[in-house]
């Protein structure tokens, strides 16, 4: 007979692994089936080592101008290998953070590959385990190379995001093929351990998902720093050798080919979505080869529901971790309140780092909708002229008529936490005037979303 669980989660990633937290918590008796190490992507090879690397990066850059602070360190000099051993210490005490946190809500770790099977059921190996209540489907993603253009990943002159965070070294040069989140991270990491980077990006700006003012500053401060930026730009061919690649690009009409040591691919993700038995349960995929999920969702085979990036976008691992509480905190009879998709903050973590909410100023163009845009420069805030930050600004579009906050964008750090009173405004809809109602602490940088809650009602008070 199988063993029987309330709830059987394929996947421990962060939808995952909160899904089977929080399903416990809830009284429910759980199964994670995981493969590899706990955490997933975000925690291995993803989100937590990445931050770290940032962090070193952003550290030899400090020092690299500690003089004007009056801090003379001496010769600076970086060495990859130890900043990669550091962050492999990091991903590893968060994945078994993770392990700690099931034994504690007492999930039961299954390890292996799990494939599902009708009648709510995964197999791993020899063993069966059935779900009395559904099973969540959260296998996640993958890197994908550009094959078609000869630039399959072969692991060692052209690279993904998984090899670069095993690097003993930083290569002499390296193209970024994408400057979505990964390509700019990366782009941002390398060029402070030494490397010669050019940025790749198809579209006509870098970072195309954010407003076009944060892609214009992004632009100008990596090209300040040293770092090619190639937008609008055709990947024509990649030709790796042994230790090169030379790679074909076009932009702008003109034809230009690259010699690096390293290609790095960034451009995108692909869902795992195969072998895990979809098709034999009836869990079908949509046109982009996302799993299809109804609004609670749940897939086109009842008692079987999707989280995460497997789900579809964003691909982002706090997304898929409200969709993990969200989906357990149905099947637990309970009435979540629902996700707000439109609401869900996106964060680059490169710097001066980027972080947004809700529409960019082109989407409200585009939607006729009447606003005005509050600003609010870095370069005008007492705190950010005495730590030295004062690339960046914060931006509020303020609804017309009722004050509606529309969109908020932020470039300079740090962004990534700056933009979280923007997201508990949009959540419980305040509005521009009830953001500067509550005082804000002088000097922070927090202050500038204040300042540009003021600016668009066209009462700005410098600082
Ligand atoms: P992405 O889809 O965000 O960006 C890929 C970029 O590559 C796009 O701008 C695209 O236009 C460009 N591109 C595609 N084909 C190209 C070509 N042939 N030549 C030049 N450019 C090309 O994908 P990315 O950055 O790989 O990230 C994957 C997922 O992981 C995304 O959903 C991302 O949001 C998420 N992620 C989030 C992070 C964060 O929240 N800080 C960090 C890293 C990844």
């Known amino acids: 007979m199988a063993s029987q669980f309330d709830v059987i989660i394929l996947g421990g990633g962060p939808a995952g692994y909160v899904g089977a937290i ?66 492999r210490k990091v991903s590893d005490q968060n994945s078994k953070g993770v392990e700690f946190l099931m034994k504690k809500n007492k999930v039961t770790v299954v390890k292996g590959a799990g494939v599902l099977q009708p009648g709510r059921k995964v197999k791993v190996g020899g063993d069966v385990y059935e779900a009395k209540k559904a099973v969540l489907i959260a296998t996640g993603s993958r890197v994908k190379g ?116 390293t290609v790095l691919m960034a451009a995108g993700r692909a ?44 691909m982002l691992a706090h997304k898929g971790m409200r969709e993990g509480v969200y989906v357990t905190e149905l099947l637990a009879g309970k009435k979540p309140h629902p996700i707000r998709y439109d609401n869900v903050p996106s964060v680059t973590y490169c710097h001066p780092e980027v972080a947004s909410i809700g529409l960019t100023e082109d989407q409200c163009k585009e939607r ?12 005008a805030s007492g705190r950010g002229r005495g730590t030295g930050e004062t690339e960046g600004f914060v ?14 964008h932020i470039v300079g750090t740090p962004a990534s936490e700056l933009i979280h009173e923007l997201a508990v405004a949009r959540e419980n809809e305040y509005t521009v005037e009830e953001i500067e109602l509550a005082i804000h602490a002088h000097p922070t940088m927090s202050e500038a979303v204040a300042q540009a809650a003021l600016d668009s009602l066209g009462r700005v008070i410098d600082m």
């Open 22 to 87: 929080r399903a416990a918590q809830l009284g429910m008796s759980t199964a994670l089936v995981e493969k590899d190490k706990l955490g997933g992507v975000c925690v291995n090879i993803g989100c937590i080592p990445t931050k770290a690397l940032l962090h070193s990066a952003y550290i030899a850059s400090l020092l690299g101008h500690a003089k004007e602070f009056g801090v003379e360190p001496g010769t600076v000099k970086t060495d990859y290998g130890v900043a990669m051993q550091r962050s």
């Open 146 to 261: 550009l094959p078609q253009i000869g630039l399959e990943i072969n692991k060692t002159t052209v690279i993904s995001s998984d090899e670069a965070l095993f690097l003993e070294k930083a290569p002499a040069s390296m193209a970024i093929i994408g400057a979505g989140a990964v390509g700019m991270e990366f782009a941002n990491i390398f060029h402070a351990f030494g490397t010669k980077v050019t940025l790749i990006e198809a579209l006509p700006r870098i970072l195309p998902l954010e407003d076009a003012e944060a892609s214009d500053t992004l632009t100008k401060s990596y090209r300040k720093r040293g770092i090619e930026v190639i937008a609008g730009a055709k990947v024509k061919k990649g030709t790796p050798r042994k230790d090169k690649v030379s790679i074909e690009v076009e932009a702008g009409g003109a034809a230009q080919t690259l010699e690096v040591a």
């Open 271 to 314: 869902v795992n979505t195969e072998n895990i038995g979809l098709a034999e349960c009836g869990v079908q995929v949509n046109e982009r080869g996302f799993i299809k999920v109804d609004q609670n969702l749940q897939t086109t085979a009842p008692g079987y529901y999707s989280i995460g990036d497997v789900a579809g976008p964003p």
């Open 368 to 379: 006729k909708l009447e606003y005005v845009p509050g600003r609010f420069p870095f370069s």
């Open 395 to 408: 931006k509020i579009l303020r609804e017309k008529k009722y004050g509606e906050i529309l969109g908020a």
